[in-house]
């Protein structure tokens, strides 16, 4: 099955054709390709995006949406209530899954698999950039299982993202008492 037949794959708005600094009566917050890190969305990074006019919804993130990066390293991001109503610029293409065919946090694990992403990296590699476009997204043939291992798969790999984000945290954390400690015995 390719993506086209279980979903549907918008591309992001060319925000410069909405854009308005000076008299604007709308302000967005919008994704960036530096606010997407390790297949979560930085919020402190986003930009802010002022317009005359008020934005079409298919423009802005809504839960379970996956946003895919069009350039290397393709990476996926799944959307959850903190991250809705985030504009997507032309250099993301916005998935909404057709849930009877594919589950969204199945579909965020099978996009940011090496297999996967080997195959867009394929298609990219005819230009300079490395940038892939909406057609190779719905043309992405998929191997689905069944919804009940999507939904184990999808929740498992869903568990092990904040995993790792809460190991990272400690490590941060962990690092910075350390060199307090150090800082106080060298003091003293």
Same mark, same amino acid.
């Given at each position: ?44 990074? +986003?930009? $802010?995006? !002022?317009? &005359?006019? =008020?934005?079409?919804? @298919? ?5 379970? #949406?996956? %946003? ?42 099978? +996009?940011? $698999?090496? !297999?996967? &992403?080997? =195959?867009?990296?394929? @298609? ?5 950039? #490395?940038? %892939? ?50 800082? =106080?015995?060298?003091?003293?």
């Amino acid at each position: 099955m390719r993506l086209k037949d279980c979903a549907n794959i918008r591309t992001g708005l060319i925000l410069s054709r909405k854009l308005s600094e000076e008299d604007f009566n709308y302000k967005y917050n919008a994704i960036n390709l530096t606010s997407v890190y390790n297949g979560f969305i930085n919020k402190e990074t +986003l930009d $802010t995006f !002022k317009t &005359k006019e =008020k934005l079409k919804e @298919d423009y802005l993130t809504k839960e379970d #949406d996956i %946003v895919v990066r069009l350039t290397k390293p393709y990476t996926a991001i799944l959307i959850t209530k903190e991250t809705e109503n985030i504009v997507i610029s032309s250099n993301f293409l916005k998935i909404t899954c057709d849930k009877e065919k594919v589950l969204p946090q199945y579909l965020y694990w099978l +996009l940011n $698999t090496e !297999k996967i &992403k080997h =195959k867009i990296f394929q @298609d990219a590699t005819s230009n300079i950039l #490395d940038a %892939v476009t909406a057609t190779t997204y719905s043309n992405l043939s998929l191997n689905l299982v069944p919804i009940d291992k999507q939904f184990i798969i999808g929740n498992l790999y869903l568990l092990s993202l904040k995993e790792n984000k809460l190991i990272s945290k400690l490590q941060e954390e962990k690092f910075k008492l350390n060199n307090a400690i150090i800082k =106080k015995i060298n003091e003293s």
